[in-house]
């Protein structure tokens, strides 16, 4: 079974400035896959980043980059030079290499101030 | 490129009435793919995945069911909806690893 704990249920940011949203795992399979979801009030799932367990480099898209650290079990997904466009429902999720099954975090929801 | 179509967007249907939402995939062949529902704008769970044609598994007891009759048509059901079963219903396929969904189907059961 796996599970995702995201711990910060709400953040906020101002505009132009970095935040960090955490998230840590839990699974017993050697390979797997971590994602960051985005949501927007129009509630499409937005893929936003994708991290290969295998893969000791941390992934980085554009303004976004994650802290992978696989014996803490930690995924975290750092926002640089936020923008309005960013406020949204982020999720934490992770999916093994069979069928792309993922299970989901609870959920963080970010404001952007302006 | 691949995209996914699920419909409708919202529906508003009174309990024990049936259901029927569908959902296809362009642009791959043989994709997997799932249903997922999303309660009070939190976590998704995991309804049903399927990685084939006929080839349906249930991840969570419930008053749904789920079909692909074709390659890439996956369909949710209900016989008679349950006040319960209201929510937002998405859609999602995956190759390896990841997944990509749908806009998502809202249902209100009234």
């Known amino acids: 079974a796996q599970t995702v704990t995201q711990s910060q249920p709400e953040m906020s940011v101002q505009e132009a400035e970095t935040v960090t949203l955490s998230c840590t795992y839990d699974t017993s399979e050697s390979d797997y896959y971590l994602f960051w979801y985005k949501q927007p009030p129009s509630r499409q799932m937005i893929l936003v980043i994708r991290q290969e367990a295998y893969k000791q480099q941390n992934a980085t898209e554009n303004r976004f980059s994650v802290n992978f650290q696989k014996a803490a079990k930690s995924f975290s997904l750092k926002i640089s030079d936020s923008q309005l466009g960013d406020a949204a429902m982020y999720f934490c999720s992770i999916g093994g290499t069979s069928y792309g099954k993922l299970t989901f975090g609870q959920g963080t929801i970010l404001t952007v101030h302006p | 490129s691949q995209t996914i179509h699920q419909w409708p967007a919202t529906l508003v249907q009174p309990v024990g009435s049936p259901l029927s939402l569908e959902c296809t995939v362009e642009?791959?062949?043989?994709?997997?793919l799932y249903w997922y529902r999303q309660a009070a704008g939190r976590g998704l769970q995991l309804l049903f995945y399927s990685v084939g044609i006929g080839q349906i598994s249930s991840e969570v007891p419930q008053n749904l069911s789920a079909s692909r009759p074709q390659d890439r048509q996956f369909i949710l059901s209900s016989k008679k909806l349950l006040l319960s079963d209201s929510g937002f219903y998405l859609c999602?396929?995956?190759?390896?690893?990841?997944?990509?969904f749908g806009q998502g189907t809202r249902l209100t059961v009234v």
């Open positions: 642009g791959t062949s043989n994709p997997n």
């Open positions: 999602a396929w995956s190759v390896r690893g990841g997944a990509f």
